[in-house]
């Protein structure tokens, strides 16, 4: 099992990307070309981090941040592929709410920053989305095309690695998804804890957002290159919930990252699953 200090350094090197932004409707807001270069400046010692992000006709934006080992966790907490979460350790009414999730295969990197606003009635409704696509060849695109509903519909399995916010050594487990024109489901497993999300989905006319129903409303919003994120449509007091982010790649795998919070508001977990879907006999 890799140590933190050596998941992290999967991403070495410069990345290349955008800053894409989302209303909660799917509709684009803008777009921020951006250079992201993480280097040891001190071999398993200490690491930068330096952010370039230019919007057009605008000046460059640059932000540095330094870290040593072991590592940042359990603020950021990184997989051996590289993938990675951080975000609040607790949603409370009245406070600012979000996560930064990254899914990593190869030389490319898909990362999703949720935001959430909190209102007077002490609940957190959706602000936006943020779509960082990135890769280490200047210039290179990404192949997939833009995810559609129907890509993830069907019947899924696949295995699921969890790290924990008590900082308890990772431990591994299963996953089921299943979604169809009338319901979404999903049941993850680690050992003797199991997590569940049992949605059914709303008539509506959106090719970009799907609405679900259950004791809290999700929406699954369908993003550019084949990534999409299944995210609480508002957030609301002794309610438990995820945040979901996933990758649907040309060769027709999946990879989901998933932060898991308790009916607290408290996050417990985070899940990286790869899956692929089931063929129907």
């Known amino acids: 099992m890799l140590s933190q200090w050596q998941c992290i350094q999967q991403n070495i090197g410069t990345w290349y990307g955008s800053f894409t932004q989302f209303s909660p409707d799917g509709e684009q807001v803008k777009d921020t070309p951006s250079v992201l270069t993480l280097e040891e400046t001190e071999p398993d010692k200490t690491m930068q981090l330096t952010l370039k992000r230019t919007p057009p006709g605008g000046e460059t ?5 330094s870290f040593s080992a072991p590592g940042p966790a359990p603020y950021v907490y990184f997989f051996e592929s590289g993938a990675f979460t951080q975000g609040s350790a607790q949603w409370t009414a009245f406070a600012q709410f979000g996560a ?5 295969v190869g030389d490319r990197r898909a990362r999703f920053v949720i935001m959430y606003e909190s209102s007077v009635s002490g609940s957190a409704q959706l602000k936006y989305v943020v779509l960082i696509r990135e890769t280490q060849t ?6 997939e095309s833009m995810m559609t509903p129907a ?12 790290l924990h916010a008590t900082m308890a050594p990772a431990t591994t487990g299963s996953s089921q998804w299943e979604l169809d024109q009338d319901s979404l489901s999903c049941r993850d497993e680690v050992g003797e804890n199991t997590q569940k999300l049992q949605l059914s989905l709303e008539q509506n006319d959106s090719d970009k957002v799907v609405l679900l129903k259950g004791e809290l ?8 290159n084949g990534t999409y994120c299944l995210v609480p449509s508002e957030i609301e007091q002794a309610t438990e919930f995820r945040i979901e982010v996933g990758w649907l790649r040309e060769d027709g795998e ?3 990252l998933i932060r898991y919070y308790d009916s607290r508001g408290v996050w417990t ?12 006999a």
């Open 217 to 224: 409303d999700y929406r699954l919003m369908t993003l550019p």
């Open 269 to 280: 977990s985070s899940a990286l699953i790869e899956d692929s879907r089931i063929d129907e």
């Open 61 to 65: 934006n640059v932000t540095k941040r």
């Open 100 to 104: 930064e999730m990254c899914l990593t």
């Open 254 to 256: 999946r990879s989901r």
């Open 151 to 162: 890509q993830i519909q069907g019947s899924w399995k696949g295995t699921l690695s969890a």
């Open 138 to 143: 200047e210039d290179a695109q990404f192949g």
